[in-house]
């Protein structure tokens, strides 16, 4: 028997695919992530199964689910997943790349602009009240035109980044593992050292996966380099920064602002020191969120799963 878990709501077409292939079991709800207990059980009998980032999937799932034969993530990044126990037992591992590259890249720059533009102050500003007279600085932001860009990581959402950014007038500076003489003729953009980029730069973007490599790779050492001036933005993940030095820089006016669609903890706890600063905005990691690509994203999911109980081959497989 074929049983497949679904840890969220998804729309009942993608449910009928599923049902050609086997049981199907659908938490009920679109907010919430199924608890962790009722996944472990769930999985017991499960063949293949459909999550999102917030599963984490480690020893205890491998061991609570001996028939799984795929576990389809729908997100580009992987991190959740421990990789190595994934080829231990034998379950093969499925994202959703390309299909949501294009709308991250939209927001990265969405988020950069708002930050530049400082157009949720201006919003809140409106709605406050407080607009009562004009002055020739109020709410004055930052160019993107004429500006430099950093980027780091230099991977399809850091292209697409780049390429978005050819009809602004920038420098493009990039920071990659390895050099990309391809994108650099077809992007016009320059590899430098991570030092470089962050000296250099006017607009720091983060698109990097969170690897240990990348773990912490904006910590106080990094910020203390960048201008005072500069904007971070964050679309990568939420442990590539030390939130605790991006705080201290920002109120200390050792970088200029900040834009993060991605936290070390998500949801982030109301306490968190970065939501009182001005300066810095936070969205809830909807990178991806169109309702296009979402669609996409999850279809992407059925297919990895069809192809892997099918044909014993995924779509696309992450390899470790
Ligand atoms: C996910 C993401 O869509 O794809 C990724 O890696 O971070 C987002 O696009 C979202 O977190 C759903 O899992």
Excluded at 43 to 49: D, R, S, V
Excluded at 209 to 214: G, I, N, S, Y
Excluded at 271 to 299: C, K, Y
Aim: net charge negative; aromatic share 6%; glycine share 6%.
């Amino acid at each position: 028997m074929t049983k497949i878990v679904v840890s969220r709501q998804i729309p009942k077409d993608y449910i009928r695919q599923l049902e050609q292939l086997g049981e199907v079991v659908m938490w009920e709800e679109s907010y919430e992530p199924m608890p962790r207990k009722h996944f472990l059980q769930e999985l017991k009998e499960a063949t293949a199964c459909f999550i999102t980032l917030s599963e984490r999937i480690d020893q205890e799932v491998f061991e609570a689910a001996p028939h799984l034969q795929v576990i389809a993530n729908m997100a580009v990044g992987y991190d959740n997943i421990d990789l190595d126990l994934a080829r231990q037992y034998g379950v093969t591992i499925t994202n959703t790349p390309d299909v949501l590259t294009e709308t991250t890249a939209e927001l990265g720059l969405t988020l950069l602009l708002t930050v530049a533009r400082r157009v949720v102050e201006a919003e809140r500003y409106v709605q406050n009240g407080e607009w009562q007279s004009w002055g020739p600085y109020l709410l004055a932001g930052k160019d993107l035109h004429g500006s430099t860009v950093g980027i780091f990581g230099m991977g399809a959402i850091g292209k697409a980044f780049a390429r978005r950014l050819q009809g602004f007038n920038t420098t493009v500076l990039y920071h990659n593992r390895s050099r990309h003489d391809e994108a650099e003729a077809e992007l016009n953009e320059q590899y430098v050292d991570f030092d470089t980029l962050l000296t250099e730069s006017d607009f720091v973007v983060c698109t990097a996966p969170l690897t240990d490599a990348t773990r912490d790779q904006f910590d106080a050492t990094a910020f203390s380099k960048m201008k005072n001036e500069a904007v971070f933005i964050n679309i990568g993940r939420g442990a590539i920064v030390d939130e605790d030095a991006l705080v201290k820089a920002l109120k200390d006016g050792e970088i200029g602002g900040c834009g993060l669609d991605v936290l070390r903890q998500e949801p982030i706890d109301m306490n968190h020191p970065i939501l009182e600063l001005p300066q810095a905005v936070v969205l809830p990691h909807i990178g991806s969120a169109s309702e296009q690509t979402r669609n996409d994203m999850i279809q992407l999911c059925v297919d990895n799963i069809r192809g892997v109980l099918n044909e014993g081959q995924a779509v696309t497989e992450v390899k470790a």
